[in-house]
């Protein structure tokens, strides 16, 4: 077997992945990055809005697809709410390869169609199979950026995290649409429906508990059938995607010995939104910076990443578990037709950020 030498392996190169890539080398860091997809980006498996802050990374003409100035929340009665909640609709593929791209010219070495097969933390060692070869590659540093089902974290014994599944179809849109559209029921137990527009198409998802609903299919082509009804999307599907999302909050560790874990692969995404972009692209970059700290001998650096992390995302993500444990809890019961059950579960409501309910204080 083939053995290679790098400072910094880095498994995944989703956004957090090529984040911490990018940031290691721009210092210095001799960097290996593997990626099991042929193609960066694809499938997409996201509805593809970013947030505002995000703007220097999704304005770039390949990557920008169109503004969106607010949300509109469907409630279950019908009722429509809007809020302000600006953003920008991005082509997720392009925006994925463009941070790739930025990695690979500070001098990342990518590796495409790779995939990590086990690591003994122990030598610091991982095995890949790159085409039909098998490498071991000896690591100072193994970034886990392989999204929820990580098996860079499988390898270090760790547990697999709580996920939602999604399902979403791409669809034309047949008006100029501004806003991303969220639609809350009991047909989506432990999560929600989307419509996000992008220019002459939209993304049309959902995601929910498929231990509390198994199909996704069902209410989501029935969704479909409603707005095609109301004239606001077409017929046809022009794409089917779909996966897993993490609910259950951060990892117990994100840094375990000389590994670290950053977006997804880490819990970073949020359990009641899903939106995940914004904070895996923190946590890769903190991740890259404390990373060449770390091999420049500051022997708290990879401590700091994780205390870094836990000081910008966990009381936020707290509170999303706490308000799903909350609402799930209640699901099967009459209030779950209620809109004023489903505003305390969404981010856009200011009943969600009632403390007493998360404390089981509120009946």
Partial sequence: ????????????????????????????????????????????????????????????????????????????????????????????????????????????????????????????????????????????????????????????????????????????????????????????????AWLFPKGAVANLGLGLDTRLAADLKAPLDALHRQLAGEGLVGPDLLGRTGGPIPVGGLRERLVVGNALFVGDAAGLTHPVSGAGIAA????????????????DGERDALADYEEDVRDQFQATIDRAVARRHWMTTRLQGPEAHADAFHRRGWIAFPEYFDAADELGLAA
Avoid: N
Wanted: with cysteine.
């Fill in 1 to 192: 077997m083939r053995r290679v030498e790098a400072d910094v392996l880095v498994v995944g190169l989703g956004p957090g992945g090529s984040c911490a890539a990018r940031v290691a080398a721009a210092a210095g860091a001799r960097v290996i990055a593997v990626e099991r997809r042929a193609e960066i980006g694809i499938p997409v498996q996201c509805a593809e809005f970013v947030p505002l802050p995000l703007g220097k990374y999704a304005l770039a003409s390949e990557v920008f697809a169109q503004r969106v100035t607010g949300m509109t929340t469907v409630l279950p009665s019908g009722a429509r709410v809007v809020s302000d909640f600006p953003g920008i609709m991005i082509d997720r593929a392009r925006f994925d390869q463009a941070l790739a791209r930025s990695a690979a010219e500070a001098g990342a070495d990518e590796w495409l169609g790779t995939a990590f097969e086990s690591a003994d933390p122990r030598r610091s060692v991982a095995v890949v199979r790159r085409g039909g070869e098998r490498v071991e590659i000896a690591y100072r540093v193994l970034v886990g950026a392989d999204g929820p089902g990580s098996r860079v974290a499988h390898a270090l014994g760790l547990p697999r995290l709580a996920t939602v599944d999604t399902r979403q179809y791409t669809v034309p849109l047949l008006r100029r649409h501004a806003h991303t559209d969220i639609f809350l029921s009991p047909d989506y137990p432990g999560g929600y």
């Fill in 280 to 295: 895996a692209v923190i946590s890769g970059e903190a991740a890259g910076a404390c990373i060449a700290r770390a091999l």
